[in-house]
C-alpha cells in the first residue's frame, strides 16, 4: 500500500502559480504510476495530469495544458503540479492518485490510492 498526502493548495489571484506536492509513504514510490486529479463545487472529479512509474511520460487534459506542468522525483517519494496562468475555472480540490500499472492515464477508476485533497482557490 502507499499513503499519499498533498500539500501547497491556497488562494491566488487569476493569473498566479501555485505548486501542489504529493508526498508518499509505504511501498516503493517508483512502482506507481501517479495522476493528478480535481473536483469543483457540484461537479464531477476531473483529470488534470498524469505521469508514468519513472517520469518519462506524461498526459494533460486539454484545459490545462501549456500552463500546468506534472513532474516527480522518485528518490524524495514525491510528485509536483507546477500550476501557472492560473484561472478561476481552475479552482477546486486537487486530489493525488497513485496506481500500479506502468501508466494509469486519465481514468479515475484506473487509481487505487488517493490522498486527502488540497483546495486551490483562484479569485478574479
Known amino acids: 500500500q502507499v499513503q499519499l498526502d498533498e500539500s501547497g493548495g491556497g488562494l491566488v489571484q487569476a493569473g498566479g502559480s501555485l505548486s501542489l506536492s504529493c508526498a508518499a509513504s509505504g511501498r516503493s514510490f517508483s512502482s506507481y504510476s501517479m495522476g493528478w486529479f480535481r473536483q469543483a463545487p457540484g461537479k464531477e472529479r476531473e483529470f488534470v495530469a498524469a505521469i508514468s512509474r519513472s517520469g518519462g511520460t506524461t498526459s494533460y487534459a486539454d484545459s490545462v495544458k501549456g500552463r500546468f506542468t506534472i513532474s516527480r522525483e522518485n528518490a524524495k517519494n514525491t510528485m509536483y503540479l507546477q500550476m501557472n496562468s492560473l484561472k478561476p475555472a481552475d479552482t477546486a480540490v486537487y486530489y493525488c492518485?497513485?496506481?500500479?500499472?506502468?501508466?494509469?492515464?486519465?481514468?479515475?477508476?484506473?487509481?487505487?490510492?488517493w490522498g486527502q485533497g488540497t483546495q486551490v482557490t483562484v479569485s478574479s
Open positions: 492518485a497513485a496506481g500500479s500499472g506502468v501508466f494509469q492515464g486519465a481514468q479515475p477508476v484506473a487509481y487505487g490510492y
